[in-house]
């Protein structure tokens, strides 16, 4: 691989960040087709691309948006793929840092639980986003189906970033796969695993006004020989 080939692939994976307020303007057909088209040369076992992505437009995305609302009012949250269980040790630190950055971001004060569980649903508003891909897999392919599908939630969310489009991947939103899954009329053996709301990032919204930081190569590589 050329010098050049990793300094752009380095500068798109700087510059992607999980985008959390979004215009209106929708993102043209051809630009989502090419997204997903780079996004499935992702890898996977034995080729077997379980991925598939539902991806709304125009009024489809209300409708969907209306629909989700409702379930998510009905309740309680079901994901076909469990929540992980705890976030031990520095797990936990890191998901409460990220916590605290966007709820410093937007100005929600620490304890205030009501304005908490309101940029909390900004979530099921697909934070205004024109734009939501609903990734899913077959069942049957289990554990390496969802494996092969994160690598492709990352190569669409790079592939979008490369295009000037912002995305953010919401597991809050599969957290109700009945009602997704009879909207969208898809079967009960395809595994609901990530939403992708995408669309053009409103710059100036507070809530994009902040980046969450990585650890250290140290604390990743465990290099040996
Ligand atoms: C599988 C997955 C699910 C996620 N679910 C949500 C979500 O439901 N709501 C949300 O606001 N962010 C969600 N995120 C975004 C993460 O919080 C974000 O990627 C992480 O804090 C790192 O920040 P960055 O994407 O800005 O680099 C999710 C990310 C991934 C990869």
Redesign the pocket.
């Known amino acids: 691989m050329s010098g050049w080939d990793f300094d752009a692939l380095s500068a798109l994976l700087e510059r992607?960040?999980?985008c959390?307020a979004f215009r209106a303007e929708p993102v043209p057909a051809e630009a989502i087709e090419r997204i997903v088209a780079a996004a499935g040369r992702a890898p996977s076992w034995c080729n077997a691309q379980p991925w598939q992505a539902v991806v709304t437009r125009g009024d489809e995305t209300g409708r969907f948006r209306r629909a989700l609302l409702a379930a998510v009012a009905e309740g309680p949250p079901a994901p076909d793929m469990p929540w992980p269980e705890d976030y031990p040790g520095v797990h936990g630190v890191r998901r409460r840092i990220?916590g605290q950055q966007?709820y410093e971001a937007v100005g929600i004060a620490r304890g205030d639980r009501a304005a908490r569980d309101a940029q909390m649903m900004?979530?099921f508003h697909l934070?205004d986003a024109p734009h939501v891909a609903i990734i899913h897999s077959e069942a049957a392919l289990g554990p390496y189906g969802a494996m092969d599908c994160?690598g492709f939630?990352?190569a669409f969310m790079l592939a979008a970033t490369a295009l000037g489009v912002a995305s953010?991947?919401?597991?809050?939103?599969v957290a109700y796969p009945g009602a997704i899954r009879a909207h969208f009329g898809l079967p009960d053996s395809r595994q609901l695993?990530?939403?992708i709301s995408f669309g053009y990032a409103e710059e100036g919204d507070a809530a994009n006004g902040f980046?969450?930081g990585r650890a250290g190569l140290d604390d990743i590589l465990d290099l040996r020989g």
């Open positions: 992607r960040y999980s959390r990220c966007l900004r979530n934070f994160g939630v990352t953010v991947a919401q597991a809050s939103v695993l990530c939403a980046r969450t």
